[in-house]
């Protein structure tokens, strides 16, 4: 039984996931991030670089009936993962310790592959997808600095990918100011996503 409620709709609130000092994909790039993988349910899932695992558990949430690989290499991100898939009840998920693209090549065929985080191997990773991924399957990339973006662009606009799509989200949030309040601008992200050819 999970400790708190399950939301239906992507984009759970922040505070209701364990944090620590791992970064976590923010709820609003969360919900589009999941809206963009059309997720359904029997998918099986990587999320390599999956930090905290808040879209990790998102994405169980929307394939019941899949599996979700969970890929971090960071001990307290593991730790952290684990203990938040708890809190929301979700059981179809395998949390892995170990670098990408390494610790992707025993994994099942995935159908969607999140990355979050690539420690500067991007372009390995992406082969792995290429190479390992179902037909139709899809790459999404969230990415925080233009190099990465450029990296991605500029492999998920060639084959064996197609259907490039591309945004930048830029959310600002209403916060306390004294007695004011205030829109504080969050990190900028780019969300780009491919499809593998059939």
Same mark, same amino acid.
């Given at each position: 039984?999970?400790?708190?409620?399950?939301?239906?709709?992507?984009?759970?609130? !922040?505070?209701?996931?364990?944090?620590?000092?791992?970064?976590?994909?923010?709820?609003?790039?969360?919900?589009?991030?999941?809206?963009?993988?059309?997720?359904?349910?029997?998918?099986?899932?990587? !999320?390599?670089?999956?930090?905290?695992?808040?879209?990790?558990?998102?994405?169980?949430? +929307?394939?019941?009936?899949?599996?979700?690989?969970?890929?971090?290499?960071?001990?307290?991100?593991?730790?952290?993962?684990?203990?938040?898939?708890?809190?929301?009840?979700?059981? *179809?998920?395998?949390?892995?310790?170990?670098?990408?693209?390494?610790?992707?090549?025993?994994?099942?065929?995935?159908?969607?592959?999140?990355?979050?985080?690539?420690?500067?191997?991007?372009? !390995?990773?992406?082969?792995?997808?290429?190479? *390992?991924?179902?037909?139709?399957?899809?790459?999404?990339?969230?990415?925080?600095?233009?190099?990465?973006?450029?990296?991605?662009?500029?492999?998920?606009?060639?084959?064996? +990918?197609?259907?490039?799509?591309?945004?930048?989200?830029?959310?600002?949030?209403?916060?306390?100011?004294? &007695?004011?309040?205030?829109?504080?601008?969050? *990190?900028?992200?780019?969300?780009?996503?491919?499809? &593998? !050819?059939?």
């Amino acid at each position: 039984m999970s400790e708190i409620r399950t939301c239906h709709t992507p984009g759970i609130p !922040d505070g209701e996931f364990l944090r620590g000092t791992v970064p976590m994909t923010k709820e609003e790039v969360r919900a589009l991030t999941v809206c963009r993988a059309r997720l359904a349910p029997g998918l099986t899932v990587w !999320d390599v670089g999956a930090g905290t695992g808040s879209l990790t558990v998102e994405a169980a949430l +929307f394939t019941p009936g899949g599996h979700v690989y969970a890929v971090e290499r960071n001990l307290e991100g593991i730790v952290l993962i684990e203990e938040n898939c708890r809190r929301f009840g979700v059981g *179809n998920v395998t949390v892995l310790q170990g670098e990408a693209p390494g610790a992707l090549m025993t994994l099942p065929a995935p159908d969607r592959v999140f990355i979050g985080g690539s420690g500067g191997r991007l372009k !390995d990773i992406l082969a792995v997808c290429a190479e *390992n991924m179902a037909a139709g399957g899809m790459v999404i990339v969230n990415a925080i600095t233009p190099s990465t973006m450029a990296a991605a662009l500029e492999i998920l606009a060639s084959p064996p +990918f197609s259907g490039l799509e591309g945004i930048h989200v830029q959310v600002s949030r209403l916060e306390a100011l004294g &007695k004011e309040r205030y829109f504080k601008a969050q *990190n900028g992200i780019w969300i780009l996503s491919a499809q &593998k !050819d059939v």
